[in-house]
C-alpha cells in the first residue's frame, strides 16, 4: 500500500520505517490560538499522534525531517467545501442545475479523489464536505480516504442535503424527479426527522440543511426537529442561511452553524453569538462570484460588499467564525485548493488579522466539527496534521499559497520540492 500511494503521488521521498512515527525540527512553530511563536522546536511524532514539543536538542541526522527554514502550524481545514461537485462554467455557468443531472454519482466520486488530494497536498488535512454529491459520492470518497485507498484530508460529510421541495433549483412539474438525489426533499417534521436518519444511515456524519432557498422557509419547528434527531444520534446540523429570517429561524431552532448567513444584522449576529452558533460564512470575492455568467458584474460586487460588511461586524461582536470556501467551479488555471484560499481576500478586506484568520482555519474549525482535543492544534495527545511554508502566515497568510510540507496523521505525504 504505500508503495502504491507513492506512485499515486508522484513524488521521491522515502517514508521512515514505522511511517507514523518521525522527528521534525521546525524553525518557528504557530500557535493558532493565539499567534503565539516558539522557535528552533522538535516535534516528536509517534503513533501518528504528536508525542512531545520542546525545545530542539541533539543531532541532526538522515531520520530528522529537517523544517528548520520553515514555519510549522497545524494543517488546514475548510469547513465548507464540495469535492464531489465540480460546475465548469463554460458548460454550465449561472447555476449547477446541469452538472448535476449529467454527472453520474461515480464520476463525481472520481472528482472527488482528484480534489481531496489537491486539498491534502496543498495543506488541508481536515474538511467538512457539505453536500451536493449526488448519491453519496462524498460517503463513499470518505471511505476510500479512511481505508488508505486513496489520499485526501480527514473528512466529515453531509450526505444528501435536506430541503424544502424543490431544493436549491427550481422545477417544472413534469421533471419533479429531476433535482433527485441532488436534495432530499422533506416537509413537515415527519418528513424531516425520516430524511435525517435515513440519510444518518446512509453515511452522514452531520446534517447540512437549506433552510431559505424558496418562497417558503423551513420554520423553527421544523429545523428544531432535524437538530433534535441529529443531536439524538450524536451529531448536529449545518444550516444554509441566506435570508435574514432564514438565520433567526435557525438560530432560533438550535443548529450549530451557519453557512453563507449574508443576511444578518446586528441583532441576528448577537442572537448567534449568545448562542454559541458558528458562522462558515464563505465571504465570496467578486472573482469567487464570477464563474456564474451572465450575472451583472454590479450584482456581484454588492453582494461581495454584504458578505464583507457582515464578516466585519461578526469579527468585532466576537461571533464565533471559521473559514469555508463553497469553491465549486473549475478553472483550469488554478487548483480546487489554490481557489479556496481566494476567500481570504475577503477576509482581509474585512480587517480580519493574519492570526485569527488562521485561528478560524484551524482551532475554531476543529471546534465547530466536534474534534477539538484531536486535531487542530499542534500539542501532546493531538494528530499529527502538520504543514510549514517557507514565509510567515502570521505577517501575510498569502503564504498559505506556498504550503511545501504536509504530514497527515503522522505520515508525510508532501516534502518540500515535491508537488
Ligand atoms: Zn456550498
Known amino acids: 500500500m504505500k508503495t502504491f500511494i507513492l506512485i499515486l503521488l508522484g513524488t521521491a521521498f522515502l517514508l521512515p520505517a514505522h511511517a507514523q512515527d518521525a522527528v521534525i525540527r521546525a524553525g518557528t512553530v504557530i500557535d493558532t490560538r493565539d499567534g503565539s511563536t516558539s522557535s528552533d522546536q522538535k516535534i516528536t511524532v509517534r503513533d501518528g499522534r504528536i508525542e512531545s514539543i520542546e525545545e530542539w536538542t541533539g543531532e541532526m541526522n538522515n531520520g530528522v525531517i529537517d523544517l528548520s527554514d520553515s514555519f510549522v502550524m497545524p494543517g488546514l481545514f475548510d469547513a465548507h467545501s464540495h469535492m464531489a461537485l465540480v460546475v465548469d462554467p463554460r458548460k454550465d455557468g449561472g447555476n449547477y442545475f446541469f452538472t448535476g443531472i449529467l454527472n453520474t454519482t461515480a464520476y463525481r466520486a472520481v472528482q472527488g479523489v482528484a480534489n481531496a488530494r489537491n486539498m491534502l497536498l496543498s495543506g488541508f488535512t481536515t474538511i467538512r464536505d457539505i453536500g451536493n454529491s449526488g448519491n453519496y459520492a462524498d460517503v463513499a470518497l470518505k471511505q476510500g480516504i479512511d481505508e488508505g485507498l486513496v489520499p485526501g484530508p480527514h473528512m466529515e460529510t453531509s450526505g444528501r442535503i435536506i430541503a424544502p421541495f424543490g431544493g436549491q433549483f427550481h422545477l417544472q412539474p413534469e421533471k419533479r424527479g429531476i433535482a433527485n438525489p441532488e436534495y432530499f426533499f422533506a416537509d413537515g417534521v415527519d418528513e424531516i426527522r425520516k430524511a435525517v436518519r435515513e440519510n444518518l444511515h446512509f453515511g452522514a456524519t452531520f446534517i447540512k440543511l437549506v433552510i431559505d432557498d424558496q418562497r417558503y422557509i423551513y420554520s423553527v419547528e421544523e429545523i428544531r426537529a432535524a437538530v433534535e ?9 449545518a444550516a444554509h442561511c441566506w435570508t435574514e429570517q432564514g438565520a433567526r429561524n435557525a438560530i432560533a431552532a438550535g443548529v450549530r452553524s451557519i453557512e453563507h448567513g449574508l443576511a444578518m444584522p446586528d441583532d441576528v449576529l448577537r442572537a448567534a453569538k449568545d448562542a454559541g452558533v458558528f458562522l462558515v460564512g464563505t465571504e465570496f470575492t467578486v472573482a ?31 461571533v464565533k467564525i471559521v473559514y469555508g470556501s463553497d469553491t465549486v467551479f473549475l478553472d483550469p488555471d488554478m487548483s480546487r485548493a489554490h481557489l479556496s484560499l481566494d476567500v481570504l481576500n475577503s477576509w482581509r478586506e474585512a480587517g480580519v488579522s493574519n492570526a485569527d484568520q488562521l485561528k478560524a482555519m484551524t482551532v475554531t474549525a476543529a471546534a465547530l466539527m466536534g474534534v477539538s482535543g484531536d486535531r487542530g492544534l499542534l500539542a501532546a495527545g493531538f494528530k499529527a496534521d502538520i504543514v510549514a511554508m517557507k514565509s510567515n502566515p502570521l505577517e501575510d497568510t498569502n503564504a498559505l499559497y506556498d504550503i511545501d510540507f504536509v504530514m497527515k496523521d503522522g505520515r508525510v505525504v508532501r516534502h518540500p520540492g515535491t508537488h
Open 229 to 237: 434527531e441529529a443531536e439524538r444520534a450524536g451529531t448536529y446540523v
Open 288 to 318: 469567487g462570484l464570477g464563474w456564474q455568467t451572465g450575472v451583472d458584474i454590479s450584482a456581484l460586487e454588492e453582494e461581495h460588499n454584504q458578505f464583507v460588511d457582515r464578516l466585519r461586524r461578526a469579527y468585532a461582536m466576537g
